[in-house]
């Protein structure tokens, strides 16, 4: 966001050519393993389609996201350093009334049956791809963290509460309607997300200016770190992979764990495999010379 001497031309051909081959890439052998477990034949037509209108991994949308972003990248250079704290403040109001508070209130009223007027619409700002870039700009460079332990602990807990207000209203959706389709009745999950991404930023970054870290933890971090695009990429073949589904079914049927902990005990196994596998391709490509 800091290098607004990058020009338009450059931003193109080297961030956005370069994630638009690696959605492309990665798309193509999600397709590829569809015709394989699916036995059904090769079609490069049905392929762009689903790629131009769709994705061939839901886990992808950050892809496609993180191009909009790009595109929109020598714009959001120019605003953010525009804006005031004021501002800043104001877009944070701004995303938690529109996207929190008023769609709360708005079903304890009525149960989802009125919502606001869709012409009032404020994602212009509040979407995503100008939200957190913004809002990830004034928490690196523009807000002062000395002497803030006291307000950090007030903002833990105003996450907390909204936190808990999100799980109140996915409870109270799925007895409205019924309804506990992961993809529909989880409506609420992200509607205060975005107190909990400040909280994690500010007590990581107010953390880290407090501490030492040891040199065997840092090193781990950042190998982790540097690994978590590439896992991101996998994590999706690796959870679906019949080796895994057999894990899956070892915690929660043998080992009779709930869903919960299984759940939790199969992310960690994930995550882990993709860094292991992460771990070997970076060693690979080191003794072939490739960066």
């Known amino acids: ?46 392929f762009i389609i689903r790629l131009y209108q769709s994705n061939w991994n839901y886990s992808f949308w ?11 990248l020598p714009f959001l250079r120019v605003l953010v ?25 708005q079903y304890l009223l009525w149960n989802g049956t009125v919502a606001l007027n ?18 990830g700009y004034f928490l690196e460079h523009k807000l002062n963290l000395q002497n803030c332990s006291k307000k950090l602990v007030a903002l833990w807990g105003a ?23 992961e993809w529909t009745f989880q409506i609420f999950f992200n509607s205060f997300v975005l107190v909990n991404c400040i909280t994690i930023f500010i007590s990581v970054k107010y953390w880290f200016q407090k501490i ?8 781990l971090v950042c190998s982790m770190g540097a690994s978590v695009f590439t896992v991101y990429l996998m994590h999706v073949g690796i959870m679906e992979s019949s080796a895994f589904c057999k894990i899956w079914i070892v915690f929660h049927e043998k080992w009779h764990l709930n ?23 970076r060693v690979l490509f080191n003794c072939m010379g490739i960066k």
């Open 81 to 105: 350093k525009g804006l005031t704290k004021k501002h800043y403040y104001y877009l944070i109001g701004m995303s938690l009334a529109f996207d929190g508070i008023l769609p709360v209130l």
């Open 159 to 181: 996450n907390f509460l909204c936190i808990a207000m999100s799980c109140y209203m996915t409870y109270y959706k799925s007895i409205v309607t019924g309804d506990i389709y």
């Open 259 to 281: 869903y919960m902990a299984s759940a939790f005990l199969f992310c960690f196994l994930v995550l882990a495999a993709g860094y292991l596998i992460t771990l070997v391709i």
């Open 1 to 46: 966001m800091g290098n607004d001497q990058e020009s338009i031309r450059t931003v193109w051909a080297k961030r956005i050519l370069k994630i638009l081959v690696v959605l492309v890439a990665f798309s193509f052998l999600y397709f590829l393993r569809s015709c394989v477990t699916e036995n059904h034949p090769i079609n490069f037509y049905e």
């Open 212 to 219: 030492v870290v040891p040199n065997f933890w840092e090193r």
């Open 62 to 72: 950050y892809l496609y996201v993180f191009l909009a972003y790009l595109m929109c």
């Open 118 to 135: 869709g012409d009032i619409n404020v994602s212009s700002i509040t979407g995503m791809v100008t939200l957190y870039p913004c809002i």
